[in-house]
């Protein structure tokens, strides 16, 4: 079954740490997307990837980078975290060419800021 | 621009109710359509997808039907069950859209009492 792997589930740390979120994908797709999701606000694109080495910033990437490297993994790095980045945070992949497919989804890090 | 707006929640129903989520979209040309659904504590999955005019989406019971002439992509189930709880996105990739990007709703939480 093909999936998109997010490394951890819950993460706890503390302000001004850096942290790493891992994402990796088993499908060979080119597109890679990092979201937050917090209540009331809906999904918001952080940092999106169309190839390797390749970045583009979302709506709200201030205080986050990102690292692609290999196809497969997309890291979302949180440069010196701070507790409004407490949130459910979401990884996508997607085709390029096939408008059809959406998106495939991991199943989210819940990170806790404190 | 692009954008996809959904019906405020929350929906409560009773089970085997009549469920309707309203979704409208602003977009130029053919644009894919998406819901998606977020059970509580995990990622968004793919319920059903629509890619031109007139398509009808369907799984697990639920359908929606891609009406051009009024923007309209609402999500239908005739008999809802607890189960079914959960946050409903609706989504497009717009025509021509550069690298697939999906534009989400802001959702819609439905809650199903037995």
């Known amino acids: 079954d093909v999936k998109v792997t997010q490394s951890s589930r819950y993460l706890v740390k503390r302000t001004g740490e850096k942290v790493f979120l891992e994402c990796v994908q088993d499908m060979d797709h080119e597109n890679m997307f990092w979201y937050r999701q917090d209540p009331g606000l809906g999904l918001r694109l952080i940092y999106f990837s169309y190839d390797v080495k390749m970045k583009e910033k979302g709506d709200i990437p201030e205080g986050y980078s990102v690292s692609r490297e290999k196809k497969e993994r997309f890291s979302l790095i949180l440069e010196s975290a701070s507790t409004n980045q407490t949130s459910m945070y979401l990884c996508?992949?997607?085709?390029?060419?096939?408008?059809?497919?959406?998106?495939?989804f991991g199943s989210g890090t819940r990170l806790t800021v404190v | 621009g692009n954008s996809v707006t959904q019906m405020e929640g929350p929906v409560t129903l009773s089970e085997e109710a009549f469920l309707t989520i309203n979704c409208t979209y602003t977009a130029t040309g053919y644009p894919s359509l998406f819901w998606y659904v977020q059970y509580p504590g995990e990622g968004l999955q793919l319920l059903l997808k629509?890619?031109?005019?007139?398509d009808k989406g369907s799984n697990k019971g639920f359908e929606a039907t891609y009406r051009k002439e009024t923007t309209s992509f609402h999500l239908e189930k005739g008999s809802v069950q607890v189960s079914d709880s959960a946050v409903y996105f609706c989504?497009?990739?717009?025509?021509?859209?550069?690298?697939?990007?999906?534009?989400f709703g802001a959702g819609t939480r439905l809650a199903v009492h037995p």
């Open positions: 996508a992949s997607s085709v390029t060419g096939e408008r059809g497919h959406g998106y495939t």
């Open positions: 989504a497009l990739v717009p025509t021509g859209g550069g690298y697939n990007k999906l534009i």
């Open positions: 629509a890619t031109k005019a007139d």
